[in-house]
């Protein structure tokens, strides 16, 4: 049985996107919305989410790719779909790994907001001295 769609989960700092990547005419959704709607107020974040399909030298206009993103801001949620995507299109095409990964496309970001500590003002933030 073939797939109808590939699917990928890319995440970066607190964003998290599921991308579902088909065969169609060029069809890219971020939640329920074209990309370039989404993505209005930056042409560098709309060359990021379609970074894996330059690599590969393949014309995006031959896939239909439906995203769902949450949490974060955009430019961390142009990064979960930059590794959603990645991830996808090694599902299609194992042999497109080793040209994703010499591109650095297939490894999350781990940084995250680091937490509030009891008695500070932030994560690492103190008060401030006072000798007398």
Do not use: C
């Not at 005419?25 to 330059?54: C, I, M, R």
């Amino acid at each position: 049985m073939v797939a109808s769609y590939f699917y990928g989960l890319g995440r970066r700092k607190s964003s998290t996107a599921r991308v579902r990547l088909s065969n169609g005419k060029g069809l890219f959704t971020v939640n329920n919305k074209g990309w370039k709607e989404y993505f209005a107020d930056s042409k560098y974040l709309q060359h990021q989410a379609l970074k894996p399909f330059h690599t590969l030298e393949l014309d995006p206009e031959k896939y239909d790719v439906n995203v769902r993103v949450n949490g974060g801001g955009h430019p961390s949620q142009t990064g979960a779909i930059r590794l959603g995507i990645a991830k996808a299109l090694v599902e299609m095409n194992p042999d497109f790994h080793g040209s994703l990964k010499k591109s650095a496309l297939l490894g999350r970001d781990p940084r995250e907001k680091e937490r509030k500590k009891y008695g500070l003002r932030g994560a690492r933030k103190k008060q401030q001295y006072s000798k007398r």
